[in-house]
């Protein structure tokens, strides 16, 4: 059974900092892709951020240099790391695991930022 469990997020005014973590149980985590994704209300699930096997990582436009994504092999854990937040960055954050049975997801936990 792969169980993904975040952790990090909370309430921050705009211009702070969020970092989550996904621990990931469950499966060989070193060889997938793994990422972040997030969903705001009345929006559709979009990816914030992914990271492959390699340590090659994709963004999405409007994180870009702001946000970094890094992996823990030894630890089983992938992170977020949110820098300068926007109120637009408010949103349920979920984990995601690509399996090539299908993706699997975390519970998600929120991020809400001030204006």
């Known amino acids: 059974q792969v169980q993904l469990v975040e952790s990090g997020g909370g309430f921050v005014q705009a211009g702070g900092s969020l970092r989550l973590s996904c621990t990931i149980s469950?499966?060989?985590?070193?060889?997938?892709?793994v990422g972040w994704y997030r969903q705001a209300p009345e929006k559709r699930r979009e990816l914030v951020a992914s990271i492959t096997s390699a340590g090659s990582t994709n963004y999405a436009d409007s994180v870009k240099a702001r946000f970094t994504i890094s992996r823990d092999n030894a630890k089983n854990t992938v992170y977020l790391q949110m820098n300068s937040l926007k109120p637009e960055d408010t949103a349920v954050y979920y984990c995601n695991i690509r399996l090539p049975v299908g993706d699997r997801w975390g519970q998600g936990t929120q991020v809400t930022v001030s204006s």
């Open positions: 469950g499966t060989i985590f070193r060889f997938n892709t």
